[in-house]
């Protein structure tokens, strides 16, 4: 039996919501708090960073112009113009001196840190030797006297070349007898090459020294062994990746959407 009292109920929902033909759409935006808080800094100093890996780009140089610019349009913190610190020799020298201690202390003859390759050929365990300058709380904080102190932002770049080979699924066009097309995936072995980056951001508080926050990120892209991306557009392209991460640790951003409103 049907029951009348449910069919007038939906007869009359469905007449209502045809009746608000009217409709519009408004922006909403939410806000995120940032993982830092920066409020008591008024400058940023992108100081500058340990980079290793392949020789066909600067990490350091790069990564701080990058970040500079970023900070310049989405942070409300003054960046600070000035020259890149090259950070890996810095620490080779600060490795040296404590060496050259070590051997007058004991006697012996200690093998100062140093990697025969060049700067942009250090693997990622080459990197961590180098870790210590950034507990050098004497460093930063003489550094931030001659910077008004501000917000420092240092840390390790690594940028290699990556091959993978395996099974990748593709889309293929296929026509039938009479000409009409459908797409079907179709699974094939590719040997692919392209880049893996690495980056480790640390946050130092230029008044005293110490770091106050770190973050670790990995992005990796592939393309066709046919491809001649060049090393620099994938460091963009994987630097783009990670951005939002990056401000997000001292700036405040928002998510943005909309939502549709009836009359």
């Known amino acids: 039996m049907i029951d009348?009292?449910?069919v007038f109920a939906s007869t009359a929902l469905l007449l209502?919501?045809?009746a608000c033909t009217n409709y519009y759409e408004i922006g909403i935006?939410?806000?995120?708090?940032?993982?830092l808080d920066v409020s008591q800094f008024q400058r940023v100093l992108i100081a500058g960073f340990?980079?290793?890996?392949?020789?066909d780009i600067d990490g350091n140089l790069e990564t701080a112009r990058l970040l500079r610019s970023q900070l310049r349009s989405e942070s409300r913190l003054q960046v600070i113009d000035t020259d890149v610190l090259d950070l890996l020799e810095i620490a080779r020298n600060e490795s040296n001196s404590e060496n050259q201690e070590a051997e007058n202390e004991n006697g012996n003859n200690s093998e100062a840190i140093e990697n025969e390759n060049g700067q942009n050929e250090l693997s990622e365990e080459d990197l961590e030797v180098y870790d210590h300058i950034f507990a050098n709380i004497g460093y930063w904080r003489q550094l931030g006297e001659e910077h008004q102190n501000p917000l420092i932002v240092t840390g390790?770049?690594?940028?290699?070349?990556h091959q993978r080979s395996g099974m990748v699924t593709r889309e293929r066009e296929i026509y039938d007898e009479f000409g009409r097309r459908s797409v079907a995936p179709v699974?094939?072995?590719r040997?692919?090459?392209?880049?893996?980056?690495?980056?480790?951001?640390?946050?130092i508080d230029g008044r005293t020294g110490v770091t106050i926050h770190t973050e670790r990120h990995r992005e990796e892209v592939l393309y066709d062994v046919s491809s001649n991306t060049p090393a620099l557009s994938s460091y963009f392209e994987l630097m783009d990746r990670l951005m939002p991460a990056f401000l997000g640790a001292l700036s405040d951003q928002s998510i943005k959407g909309s939502r549709v409103l009836l009359k």
């Not at 340990?50 to 020789?55: H, I, L, R």
């Not at 390790?156 to 070349?161: A, D, V």
Request: aromatic content about 12%; overall charge positive.
């Open 4 to 6: 009348l009292t449910k």
């Open 16 to 18: 209502a919501v045809s």
């Open 156 to 161: 390790t770049i690594h940028f290699t070349p």
């Open 191 to 203: 040997e692919r090459r392209g880049f893996i980056l690495s980056p480790k951001f640390i946050f």
């Open 187 to 189: 699974r094939a072995y």
């Open 29 to 35: 935006e939410t806000p995120l708090q940032p993982k």
């Open 50 to 55: 340990v980079a290793g890996g392949t020789e």
